[in-house]
């Protein structure tokens, strides 16, 4: 059974940093991409940032400058480093990934981490 266990989220002060992980366990198949979108109360799940198999990394422009995802593959490992952290960065911060199986993509989630940015 496919794993993700998030870590790192908490209470930041404006200006402040964060570094969330993501570890995935439970898979015999290589992991492609893999990333991290957050949900604010009252809006949609939205893509913060992704990283490719090849290390190519994809940002939300909210958070270009500020934010850098990082992938271990070696450890089934994403992390997201958060720079200049501001109140609208205050969410609930998701890992992602997806495998393919055969010709079939498959996605996981992980239950969440909270990140709030308040002073």
């Known amino acids: 059974q496919v794993r993700l266990v998030e870590s790192g989220g908490g209470l930041v002060q404006p200006g402040g940093s964060l570094r969330l992980s993501c570890a995935v366990s439970?898979?015999?198949?290589?992991?492609?991409?893999m990333g991290w979108y957050r949900q604010a109360p009252g809006k949609e799940r939205e893509l913060v940032a992704a990283?490719?198999?090849?290390?190519?990394?994809n940002y939300a422009d909210s958070v270009k400058d500020r934010f850098t995802i990082s992938r271990d593959n070696a450890k089934n490992t994403v992390y997201l480093q958060m720079n200049s952290l501001k109140p609208e960065d205050t969410a609930v911060y998701y890992c992602h990934i997806d495998i393919m199986v055969l010709t079939t993509t498959l996605d996981y989630w992980g239950q969440g981490t909270q990140v709030t940015v308040s002073s």
């Open positions: 990283i490719t198999s090849g290390g190519v990394p």
């Open positions: 439970g898979t015999a198949f290589s992991i492609r991409g």
